[in-house]
């Protein structure tokens, strides 16, 4: 569904007009960043700047293609066919964002092929009929690409049907500005926050797979915004979720007392 106000978003760059000159010539989406950066948000604003619906598959290791496309079920007795999301948004028109879309299975991810390129078809051989894609269908997909590996990775053929947009972190003052909008922190709060986020973000140390994300930003900030002290509340939205080694949660913690000094409230 189409969100009735749009969802806070503040673009980087120009992804917002390539986005939208890929929708309106019928291209797919391929979105890139780290996790916690905003895709999903971006995807959701856009779909209400296009006016249209929106359709959202978290994409893990047993999607199978029976999930996107749809099955029969046996219900009141009678068999009947049962659309998936995939063939929904085919169907009606909608935007179909598949999130995180590596960690489907390659045999899985197949069935996007002639949904990617100039046939926008969507085969559906339990049916026996094929779909053409209706106007104002638009597949986009999004991935980590922190994540990759031999076992993880999007297929090439896959990957060169795509637009690829490029999403980061935002500059630290734009970061201020979400994190204070999205949690209803104060600002200098939000300014210490996004510091820490800064710090750890230039960390080089194998303990931590991710990296503070704007996402835990905010969780910090809903946390502060509730009553919590700052130093509480990094710990346990911010450093908490990035490691479970100890040695590194402690450097995380002694960081986040650096930053704050005297305004994170209690040790």
């Known amino acids: 569904m189409t969100a ?9 760059g120009s992804e917002e007009q390539v986005f939208a000159t890929a929708f309106r010539r019928g291209l797919p989406v391929l979105l ?20 249209r619906p929106l359709v959202t598959v978290a994409c893990h290791d047993d999607l199978t293609t029976a999930d996107l496309v749809g099955r029969f079920l046996l219900r009141g007795g009678e068999t009947t066919w049962v659309d998936g999301p995939l063939t929904t948004a085919v169907r009606h028109g909608a935007i179909c964002y598949l ?14 092929h002639p949904l990617a390129d100039h046939r926008r078809q969507l085969p559906i051989d339990r ?9 104002g269908f638009c597949l986009v997909v999004s991935y980590n690409p922190g994540y ?4 993880k990775d999007l297929k090439d053929s896959t990957r060169q049907r795509m637009v690829a947009i490029e999403l980061g972190f935002p500059p630290p003052d734009v970061e201020e500005k979400i994190v204070a909008h999205e949690s209803g922190v104060d600002q200098h709060s939000a300014a210490l926050l996004v510091q ?35 130093r509480q509340a990094a710990r346990a939205a911010v450093a908490g979720p990035l490691s479970d080694d100890p040695l590194v949660t402690r450097g995380l ?3 986040i007392d ?3 000094g005297g305004d994170g409230g209690p040790d």
């Open 258 to 260: 650096a930053y704050l």
């Open 253 to 255: 913690f002694e960081m």
């Open 99 to 112: 999130d995180e879309i590596v960690e489907a299975r390659q045999d899985t991810t197949v069935v996007l």
């Open 196 to 230: 820490i986020g800064q710090a750890i973000r230039r960390l080089d140390t194998a303990g931590l797979r991710e990296v503070a994300s704007t996402r835990v930003l905010v969780a910090a900030g809903h946390l502060v915004a509730e009553g919590l002290d700052l």
């Open 4 to 12: 009735s106000t749009r969802p806070y978003y503040v673009p980087l």
């Open 32 to 51: 890139k960043g780290p996790t916690g950066c905003g895709k999903t948000r971006f995807v959701e604003a856009m779909a209400f700047d296009l006016a």
């Open 148 to 151: 990759q590996s031999v076992l």
């Open 127 to 135: 049916l026996g009929v094929t779909l053409d894609a209706a106007p």
